[in-house]
């Protein structure tokens, strides 16, 4: 028998939840497939096989805390699992249903399983009848829709318990609006320049790189240049000191399933757009894919949140401590502005700075967003860096 052992968390991690198991007692295992994941406060790990074989025992259930180090169950080495022959039954006694499983589009195959809906039972809307994601999530209305009797409350409703990381994420939160002294200031950003900018040299951009150019490598320079300007923003209070960073490693904001995490861009005054560009798109597919790693994590000076990635026109983001300020970006729409004493249709961004009133003054943080202002609608000075 081989043990399957709560890893290494990380810095400061001690324990976990255990999120789901992947394999059931008796199926197979092939050496270093993932068989659980474990959710911590910070990031989700998959703990893989120590060995090829079958599942002899799994001794905590999903939703226990385990510590590190823990034993989570055994594998029977070298021995043949009942995987291959449970399926093998499925499909001999219910063909019709493999069949069906053949028309469930991936996307809709997950859902359905983190809702627990039978794909078997709803029509497809898709190409040649495939069950679609929509399919599944409207799957509850259209049961409602083909009966008369009224639905028990206890359907209508569903319980969840939080994930150690949503509770974390609630938790720091609350804990920086009642520790810091926040306010945000707001500025617009004409987009006109930088968009001339990237529509010019994408295409050579991206074949010299192999990444396009975004709005976040751009805001990410603009950041680091006003950071070097006003050290303040770069700063966090410990105690009665404040420290000031002569670094400058930038959170960018990632959604994700399990909640929002900050993965961080470390020393990005050394870094290029395309560095910046390569680095954001690894890190964010870590971030969804449950992979990020404790040093990816902590660190951040500073951070930056992109909700017009999602529409948003305006908001006021929460300060991620230690750290003293956050800059929110937003969508783009097309405004009229005074461009020279004329009315011009122009790109327009609001951007939203909230800070830490306690270390960092008014006038600071308005200079700050406005160099921010200042960069993106001349990228040429971030150049020059002035």
């Not at 400061?12 to 911590?40: C, N, P, Q, R, Y």
């Not at 396009?212 to 990410?220: D, E, H, I, Q, Y």
Request: with cysteine; hydrophobic share 40%; glycine share 8%.
């Amino acid at each position: 028998m081989v043990d399957i052992k709560v890893p290494t968390l990380g810095e400061s991690i001690s324990t976990a939840t255990i999120a789901k198991w992947f394999k059931k007692e008796g199926e197979s295992v092939a050496m270093d497939e993932a068989i659980v994941e474990l959710e911590t406060d910070k990031v989700t790990v998959e703990v893989n096989a120590p060995a090829a074989g079958a599942i002899e025992k799994i001794l905590a259930k999903e939703g226990d805390e385990v510590e590190v180090g823990a034993i989570l169950g055994s594998i029977k080495e070298g021995a043949a699992g009942a995987t291959t022959k449970k399926e093998e039954a499925k499909q001999e006694a219910a063909p019709a249903a493999a069949n069906n499983a053949n028309k469930v589009m991936p996307a809709a195959a997950k859902q359905a399983a983190d809702r627990g809906v039978d794909t078997a039972t709803i029509s497809g809307t898709g190409k040649d009848g495939r069950v679609t994601k929509g399919d599944v999530i409207n799957a509850p209305a259209q049961a409602a829709a083909t009966t008369s009797s009224p639905q028990p409350a206890a359907n209508l409703e569903e319980r969840v318990k939080m994930t150690k990381l949503r509770q974390t994420i609630a938790k720091r939160l609350k804990e920086s609006q009642n520790t810091a002294a926040i306010l945000t200031t707001f500025n617009e950003v004409d987009m006109s320049e930088v968009m001339k900018l990237r529509k010019k040299y994408q295409d050579k951009f991206v074949e010299k790189y192999g990444v396009k150019l975004g709005f976040m490598s751009l805001f990410t320079k603009a950041a680091v240049n006003a950071l070097q300007e006003i050290p303040s923003v770069n700063a966090s209070i410990e105690g009665d000191e404040i420290i000031y960073k002569k670094y400058y490693n930038i959170g960018v904001a990632v959604g994700t399933k399990q909640g929002l995490v900050v993965p961080v861009l470390r020393n990005c005054e050394n870094k290029n757009y395309a560095d910046i560009e390569k680095e954001i798109a690894e890190l964010g597919k870590k971030a969804r894919d449950g992979k990020l790693g404790m040093s990816e994590l902590t660190g951040g000076s500073f951070s930056i949140t992109n909700g017009g990635i999602f529409g948003s026109m305006l908001s006021t983001p929460i300060i991620n401590p230690p750290q003293t300020a956050i800059l929110g970006m937003h969508n783009i729409v097309e405004r009229p502005v005074a461009v020279n004493g004329e009315v011009k249709i122009r790109p327009i961004m609001y951007i939203a700075l909230s800070y830490d009133h306690r270390l960092i003054d008014g006038g600071e943080a308005v200079t700050f967003l406005v160099k921010i202002k200042e960069a993106i609608e001349n990228p040429e000075r971030l150049l020059i860096g002035v």
